[in-house]
């Protein structure tokens, strides 16, 4: 990789015709720590399209800080994490201080226009170099849930601090008041977090707009102890009343929209079961204004989010309020920020039965008489009912997303179809493999138990590559070709099946055991020769340590000992005439004689 690198920049300053300035980075991990997987220790970052495993770093001077140095685009905004191991599942995780919060905390850089850097060596999953001592802070969280019913999974909190496990950080109430606290010391850092009435997602609590940062509370820890109460969905300590259930109408003006008459109009949001579900609430026009209506009894919350859809939007080329067919729009004047680049309209309970004002689509207030559209016949997507041109008009809709495995450079409009490469993986370590294979069976094949093999990739992992739209889907795995061998999973899944969620790229899943939500227990010792690379914890099975060596027995330092090829085997010279029998330097008549003399002896 560093030749290739190198030739490419000494290319683009011979010919100073280089589409892009290139610097170069230098990137540092301190393993001291850490122990090393015996696989390498690599770094996968926007600069090399995330692929695990393709960029090594190297210890060359022994001291256990490994580098790699990367050409990237200057002035680009890099962002990266180190990996112990090529694949998914053995990267760090990336401290809050030093993460990019808003993007799956990564490391993050903007390279510098025009010099290269050399950057620190930081210690594995951690801001700063080895050894460091860290300052925290005590910071205590407090929830009530006295208006809850409180789950018999316990009460927990999970937030960027501790990885948005919702089952790792459980709060208590020693005195039973309904107060629920735990004290944790923290890195001062700004930080996201949410309390969860249970141990897994969907049974956290939805934060009110008023007091969210991307649907989620944030806190800033700084030096000095801080303590933090709410009440859980509420945004003040203290809890209130709930608002009592009531009918809600929906209105939403979809004349202006060609298709809304041929796909229908849809309602989702946070108050719809399940919670928004695509195409939810179908919307009647029974009187054909264009006018979509539908009336919902809503309960347990006071805030509503909502948003409404022309069609399903996981089917087709539907469009709902936030899609990239409306990219300009953002819901300022009647909505709140849903934490994904995009808006949700929100509205407060009263109590009572309300019938809510008609808007129209895309817009916080009634249409206006003008009909806004595209007036080019030869759009593709003409409005002939449009009066005045918006300048949407549109000729070639495809994937416009670079990323997408479809991507369409002369696509001029998203149109959904955007699809994305999806590796699917289950660990079967602790099961017998049925001799028809390992299948996995979901809503994107048609749940057919035994249409769709896996294949092993190692260490008893199966994995299948897919190719999936943006979309929710579930699925479960098979151990054989049929319904009857299949899992059943809880707390991760929905009514027994997994849930995959793809949103705008590729996904690799982590390899849960089989009929469990979490990495099977194995060897996580990478010194040991029972190592598994996807084990979730240690089970007790590492036994034998890793011994370097030659492990060729026909090599003349031939180690009986080594179970780790190292390269060192030597052999000893081999005879480079083989028919010269007695040595002498030439193969005759000598030679002959005494072949014939032993030939038919059993050596």
């Known amino acids: 990789m560093k030749h290739v690198l190198s030739f490419a920049a000494a290319l683009a300053f011979s010919l100073g015709a280089w589409s892009q300035s290139l610097v170069n980075i230098t990137f540092q991990v301190d393993m001291n720590e850490t122990p090393p997987n015996p696989a390498g220790v690599f770094v996968a970052g926007s600069f090399q399209g995330w692929t695990a495993g393709g960029t090594q770093l190297s210890d060359d001077d022994g001291d256990g800080v490994y580098s790699v140095t990367a050409a990237v685009e200057a002035g680009s905004f890099v962002q990266w994490k180190f990996m112990n191991g090529p694949t998914w599942g053995l990267e760090e995780t990336v401290p809050p201080a030093c993460g990019n919060v808003s993007d799956n905390n990564n490391r993050f850089l903007e390279a510098a226009p025009d010099v290269d850097t050399v950057l620190d060596p930081v210690c594995f999953g951690a801001c700063v170099a080895c ?13 009530d849930l006295s208006l809850q019913e409180v789950s018999a999974q316990g009460v927990h909190v999970a937030g960027s601090f501790q ?10 109430d020693d005195d039973g008041d309904g107060i629920y606290s735990i004290t944790l010391d923290i890195e001062p850092a700004t930080y996201q977090y949410k309390f969860v009435n249970g141990n897994a997602w969907g049974s956290d609590e939805a934060v009110p707009s008023e007091c969210a940062v991307s649907n989620n509370r944030e806190i800033t820890v700084g030096d000095e102890a801080l303590t933090v109460a709410t009440c859980f969905g509420q945004c003040a300590a203290e809890c209130a009343l709930p608002t009592p259930g009531a009918d809600i109408t929906f209105q939403v003006d979809a004349s202006q929209i060609d298709s809304a008459a041929a796909n229908g109009v849809y309602l989702m949001g946070s108050f719809t079961a399940p919670s928004w579900q695509a195409g939810a609430v179908a919307l009647a026009d029974a009187d054909g204004d264009g006018v979509w209506t539908g009336t919902v009894f809503v309960e347990g919350v006071d805030e509503i989010q909502y948003k409404y859809s022309i069609g399903n939007p996981f089917v087709g080329g539907a469009i709902d309020e936030s899609g990239s067919e409306t990219a300009d729009f953002a819901m300022m004047g009647c909505g709140a920020d849903n934490g994904f680049g995009s808006w949700n309209r929100t509205h407060v309970r009263s109590g009572e039965a309300e019938v809510l004002e008609v808007v129209c689509f895309n817009s916080c ?9 595209c007036t080019d016949e030869t759009a593709a997507n003409y409005n002939a009912a449009a009066t005045e041109d918006d300048g949407s008009c549109f000729y070639n809709p495809g994937c416009d997303d670079a990323n997408a495995q479809n991507y369409n450079a002369e696509a001029d409009a998203n149109d959904g179809s955007c699809q994305y490469l999806v590796t699917l993986r289950v660990n079967m370590s602790n099961e017998t493999v049925s001799p028809n294979g390992v299948h996995v069976a979901g809503a994107f094949q048609g749940w057919d138990p035994g249409a769709t093999p896996m294949a092993l990739l190692g260490y008893g992992v199966y ?6 739209a943006d979309g929710a889907y579930e699925y479960k795995f098979v151990n054989g070709n049929e319904w009857g061998a299949d899992e059943s999973v809880g707390d991760c899944g929905n009514g027994g099946n997994r849930v995959l969620v793809v949103a705008g790229s590729d996904l690799i899943t982590e390899a849960h055991c089989f009929f469990s939500c979490d990495a099977c227990a194995g060897c996580t010792d990478p010194y040991s020769a029972e190592f598994h690379p996807f084990a979730g914890s ?21 180690s009986p000992n080594a179970n780790v090829e190292n390269g060192t085997c030597t052999f000893d010279a081999v005879n480079p005439c083989p028919a010269d029998l007695d040595g002498n330097g030439a193969v005759g008549t000598p030679d002959l004689l005494a072949f014939l003399a032993a030939f038919g002896v059993e050596c």
Request: some cysteine; glycine content about 12%.
């Open 365 to 373: 207030s009634g249409c206006s008489e003008s009909v806004m559209g």
């Open 131 to 143: 050894g460091t001592v860290v300052s925290t802070t005590p910071v205590t969280f407090e929830v």
């Open 538 to 558: 240690d089970d007790g099975s590492c036994a034998t340590p890793l011994v370097e060596g030659c492990t060729y027995p026909t090599a003349s330092n031939y």
């Open 463 to 468: 994995e299948v590559q897919l190719v999936l």
């Open 163 to 172: 990885g948005w496990d919702p089952a790792g950080t459980e709060l208590t």
